[in-house]
């Protein structure tokens, strides 16, 4: 199985910071990785697939990155809707994996 | 517009089945695969299984293997999941997705509790 850690665990940030979000494999994913939004009480939503494409109607200022191992979600000057928990998965193989989520608060 | 409608769940006693329904519309359900997403109280997201697009293949997490099947209709554009032999650690929001290696859009989610 491919374990994802994710990092930080929790964040906290102001509106108009960048806020990085790392994500390790334990094992190659390809570019089978994706990251997720969820605020509270709503399901998930994707905002990046295939490690760096943008899902149709997120703003550009979210972008993903990385190879191998290691995935990266920026978000730029972060808005006052972003704040919400972020997960990681990857896609390469079964089992799906999530990261543990990261939960980006109000500094 | 892409809906998921995620419905079946309940509460139910440990050792006890149930089974949860996704009714699809708005895109072509026979494309694409589909998958069962939960969320236990407080916790992370736990991918629990996922069905190809033709129903030939399907996939499990180790933690329910055994007591869930997945199944699909494309007929009637309905996925389930048949769960037996539940446990405590079952108990969470069970969510139906679309997608196959990345999950593009997710149904609100149906409760399911174990608990005596």
């Known amino acids: 199985d491919i374990q994802m850690t994710q990092s930080p665990s929790s964040v906290s940030a102001s509106v108009g910071d960048t806020v990085i979000i790392t994500c390790r494999a334990s094992?190659?994913?390809?570019?089978?990785f994706a990251w997720y939004q969820q605020k509270p009480e709503k399901a998930p939503k994707v905002l990046i697939y295939?490690?760096?494409s943008l899902q149709s109607g997120v703003p550009s200022r979210f972008s993903g990155s990385g190879s191998g191992t290691e995935f990266t979600l920026t978000i730029s000057s972060l808005q006052p809707e972003d704040f919400a928990t972020y997960y990681c998965?990857?896609?390469?193989?079964?089992?799906?994996?999530f990261g543990q989520g990261t939960k980006v608060e109000v500094k | 517009e892409v809906q998921l409608l995620d419905s079946g769940g309940g509460l139910v006693q440990p050792g006890g089945s149930l089974r949860l329904s996704c009714s699809a519309s708005?895109?072509?359900?026979?494309?694409?695969?589909m998958n069962w997403v939960r969320q236990a109280p407080g916790k992370g997201l736990e991918w629990v299984s996922t069905?190809?697009?033709?129903?030939?293949?399907?996939y499990y997490a180790d933690s329910v293997k055994g007591r869930f099947t997945i199944s699909r209709d494309n007929s009637e554009n309905t996925m389930y999941l048949e769960m037996n032999s539940l446990r405590a650690e079952d108990t969470a929001v069970y969510h139906c997705?679309?997608?196959?290696?990345?999950?593009?859009?997710w149904g609100q989610g149906t409760m399911v509790t174990v608990s005596s």
């Open positions: 997705v679309k997608g196959y290696t990345s999950f593009d859009f």
């Open positions: 708005g895109f072509t359900f026979s494309d694409y695969g």
């Open positions: 069905i190809t697009l033709d129903g030939r293949n399907t």
């Open positions: 094992q190659a994913t390809g570019s089978w």
């Open positions: 295939l490690t760096s």
């Open positions: 998965q990857q896609g390469n193989s079964f089992p799906r994996t």
